[in-house]
């Protein structure tokens, strides 16, 4: 069975300082991973998606992530977090077993203290 | 250009009553999407439309769950005979064309309450 894991459920991180968002996952087939970002009262907003290809993906608001497939997981990061980057972020999985369906974790709640 | 839409934003009802919410996808996306997001509960999936094929509904939690998507577009959740534990956010997507690796894209939700 899909499934996907973030470990914290808040992130506390300084304004100007590196951040670092944490995602492990388990599927049959290729994953295909995804970020989204949720601010107060909106949907999900699409940051960026691993298909194939370069490990290392670059999305929006300067945000990037990396596929690793030994150690299952795509950790978001950013070099140097905002005030404004405060919001839950979602990482989600799909497969190529044939479900177009996201599983998603269960969100990360990221605080950038001014 | 426009994005998904869901109406109404907030409901709120009385145990027992019928809700409906409604999306419209983005338009030309093939594919639609239903999420609850429950506090607790994270995001779960709750049924699948990709054009004229039957949709995937392995995701709805009880038989008072039903959608319908009209034409190839507009969506419908229909829940019967509301519970309090159905109170959550009910999230719309839709994709260009349903696939592994589609970027499912968000509507910003129906907050529904129920008394």
């Known amino acids: 069975a899909q499934s996907v894991a973030q470990p914290e459920d808040q992130v506390n991180v300084a304004e100007g300082n590196p951040l670092t968002v944490k995602c492990t996952y388990s599927v049959s087939g290729n994953p295909y991973l995804f970020w989204y970002v949720q601010y107060p009262n909106r949907g999900l907003q699409f940051l960026l998606k691993y298909i194939t290809g370069d490990n290392l993906v670059k999305g929006s608001y300067g945000f990037e992530a990396e596929f690793n497939k030994s150690q299952t997981s795509f950790h978001l990061k950013k070099p140097s977090a905002l005030v404004s980057d405060s919001a839950l972020y979602f990482c989600a999985v799909s497969s190529s077993s044939g479900t177009y369906k996201y599983i998603f974790g269960t969100g990360t709640r990221l605080k950038v203290l001014a | 250009g426009a994005g998904v839409s869901q109406s109404p934003s907030n409901k709120v009802t009385e145990k027992g009553k019928d809700v409906e919410l409604r999306c419209d996808p983005i338009s030309g996306h093939t594919a639609l999407y239903w999420y609850r997001q429950s506090l607790g509960q994270g995001l779960e999936f709750l049924i699948y439309?990709?054009?004229?094929?039957?949709?995937?509904k392995s995701g709805l939690p009880s038989d008072r769950f039903s959608a319908e998507r009209t034409g190839g577009s507009v969506s419908t959740l229909t829940i019967q005979r509301t519970q309090q534990e159905d109170s959550a956010v009910y999230l719309c997507a839709s994709s260009l064309d349903a696939g592994d690796g589609e970027t499912q894209y968000f509507g910003p939700g129906t907050r529904l309450l129920v008394l």
């Open positions: 439309f990709q054009g004229n094929s039957a949709p995937d």
